[in-house]
């Protein structure tokens, strides 16, 4: 499968809602194959549609090739512990730019697989931290509207720095 160009910050497409999808067929399944190759080459541990222009809810996780891909289409949060974790965050949009952000330990959610069938789970810790930032990116949450203006403002400098 090709590996597809990735958007790049400050795309407007990053801030995009996406459509859910209601076709579980082989081009559903082409562009899981091409978000997976396309992460892989980033590198990154997760990847959207967005990510590549297409404005679909679709979510590719591979934490590590033992642990083995998830895909999650239409994914949704249920539920949200109080208790929080810190975790350093970048993007695949944004390669080379992290900051350190807060967000809830374990989450519980619901998503279909590429033949359409509905799931729950639940996800605890580093999981859950990426399954919470790819669905921020699914609703046009990118990641550094998470941090405070003042970082947010820090890192796009030292973002556009790293470009020129």
């Not at 679909?56 to 109080?82: A, M």
């Amino acid at each position: 499968m090709p590996v597809r160009p990735i958007i790049r910050f400050p795309d407007p497409l990053l801030r995009a809602n996406c459509t859910a999808i209601t076709a579980f067929d082989d081009d559903l399944r082409a562009l899981v194959n091409d978000l997976l190759d396309t992460m892989r080459a980033a590198p990154g541990v997760g990847i959207t549609g967005p990510h590549i222009g297409v404005l679909k809810r679709v979510v590719v996780i591979e934490l590590g090739r033992e642990d083995g891909v998830r895909t999650y289409i239409n994914p949704e949060i249920l539920w949200s512990s109080p208790e929080t974790m810190r975790h350093m965050e970048g993007s695949v949009s944004m390669p080379g730019a992290t900051e350190e952000i807060v967000r809830p330990k374990s989450i519980r959610f619901r998503y279909q697989d590429v033949a359409g069938e509905t799931h729950e789970a639940e996800a605890h810790d580093f999981l859950a931290i990426c399954i919470q930032h790819e669905i921020d990116q699914l609703d046009g949450i990118f990641w550094l509207q998470r941090l405070s203006k003042l970082k947010r403002d820090r890192l796009v400098k030292k973002w556009e720095k790293m470009r020129d």
